[in-house]
């Protein structure tokens, strides 16, 4: 017969073994999670701080060029990772090996890979301005001190980075789309478009839709694309959000920087209220 008081303890020490096990990631998320966002929020608790920063023109600057972040090289990388989905699920050898040099960008490290870059493009010794001086015997331009170009080649390299992930998600779910669907279109004559409308994009419809919200809001936190190849420059004018808060710490004004970072809740807070909704689904 067994013992009512052994069984108790048992359990009772299992849970107490399960809260040590536990406790190590509730203290590393108090003091690197809780903590620092709390007293960001404490020292951001100054309305006068956010006059100071809607006084600032290039603060505005900044929530323009986070807009056309989002809708410009979001949407530009999600379109082409779907694309290229459709390309990379091809049944042929030579496509096995291009996908491997393809997720190259991903697999780098981004801080020597846009160094580089920002390398390429410096106007007095970077590769592609002295390729353009053997080629015509003109200087090429100063490609990082014209904003729209700036930003642009910022955008560009956010793309390039993250394009490989979001395309391997995709290939992900063509590949759970079951093959009989698409035979069975063929035999009924479908052309490749009236493939992709009636089987593949209803199947793929929530996956892309989850897929660029959740780009959106890690968008929305890159730090790497823009201050490593522009430093938010010239003139502070290719600064983002995710970037706004370093130049005030730089100026020492620790208030507006982190009120910078407060006034950005509106855009990812409602992001992640869709994203969960979605998911829960």
Same mark, same amino acid.
């Given at each position: 017969?067994?013992? &009512?008081?052994a ?20 203290? *590393?998320f ?16 100054? &309305? ?13 600057r900044?929530?323009?060029?986070t807009? *056309? ?12 990772a ?13 496509i ?6 393809f ?5 780098l ?13 410096n106007?007095e010794?970077? *590769? ?27 955008m ?6 993250s ?13 759970? #789309? ?23 994009? &209803? ?5 892309y839709?989850?897929?660029? #919200? ?11 694309s ?17 970037t ?6 730089r ?7 982190m009120?910078?970072?407060v *006034?950005?809740?509106?855009? #990812? ?10 998911l829960?689904?």
């Amino acid at each position: 017969m067994t013992n &009512p008081a052994a069984t108790r303890r048992a359990p009772d020490r299992w849970q107490f073994w399960g809260r040590m096990l536990v406790l190590p990631y509730v203290l *590393v998320f108090l003091v690197f999670v809780l903590y620092p966002v709390g007293y960001g929020l404490w020292l951001a608790r100054n &309305p006068q701080s956010y006059v100071k920063l809607f006084d600032d023109p290039i603060f505005f600057r900044s929530v323009v060029n986070t807009l *056309v972040f989002l809708i410009v090289a979001i949407n530009v990388k999600m379109v082409i990772a779907l694309v290229l989905s459709g390309f990379f699920v091809t049944e042929r050898w030579w496509i096995k090996v291009l996908s491997l040099i393809f997720i190259l960008p991903w697999a780098l490290p981004s801080i020597p890979t846009i160094l580089s870059v920002r390398f390429m493009l410096n106007p007095e010794w970077g *590769v592609i301005n002295t390729l353009i001086f053997k080629l015509t015997g003109a200087d090429g331009p100063n490609w990082l001190n014209h904003p729209p170009l700036a930003l642009g080649f910022s955008m560009l390299m956010h793309v390039w980075k993250s394009l490989p992930f979001w395309t391997l998600i995709l290939i992900a779910g063509r590949l759970a #789309i079951p093959a009989e669907q698409y035979e069975a279109a063929s035999v009924d004559g479908a052309t490749n478009w009236q493939k992709f409308k009636f089987i593949t994009w &209803p199947a793929m419809r929530t996956l892309y839709v989850t897929s660029l #919200i959740l780009s959106m809001i890690w968008t929305l936190g890159d730090f790497n694309s823009v201050y490593l190849l522009t430093g938010g420059g010239p003139a502070d004018l290719t600064h983002v959000l995710a970037t706004l808060g370093i130049r005030y710490l730089r100026l020492d004004q620790v208030d507006l920087s982190m009120a910078s970072i407060v *006034v950005a809740l509106p855009l #990812i807070l409602p992001l992640v209220y869709f994203m969960m909704k979605r998911l829960s689904k």
